[in-house]
């Protein structure tokens, strides 16, 4: 099976859409290893408006829990400002 992990905090945005909180779901295993989602406040993904490869792996994140992740926390999504120069 194949199996992509993102950081945390990082490749969010590209593949999720730019929200104000994500879904994290943390390996046990790896440190600084995530699978993060876009979600509201309350946790809850807009999984129709995920990709098909980004849904595969929410679904997988769901299914490991115990077994290779921690379970899900919501962060808010901190956006870094830019510097116009």
């Not at 992990?5 to 104000?20: C, I, K, W």
């Not at 989602?37 to 999984?47: E, I, Q, R, S, T």
């Not at 980004?54 to 290779?68: C, D, F, H, K, S």
């Amino acid at each position: 099976m194949h199996q992509q992990h993102l950081s945390a905090f990082g490749a969010v945005a590209a593949q999720t859409g730019s929200a104000s909180f994500v879904l994290v779901f943390r390996s046990l295993f790896q440190r600084g290893r995530a699978f993060a989602f876009a979600c509201d406040p309350h946790g809850l993904v807009d999984m129709d408006g995920m990709s098909e490869r980004a849904r595969n792996n929410y679904l997988y994140a769901r299914a490991m829990i115990g077994r290779e992740l921690h379970y899900p926390s919501v962060q808010r999504q901190v956006e870094q400002d830019r510097d116009p120069a």
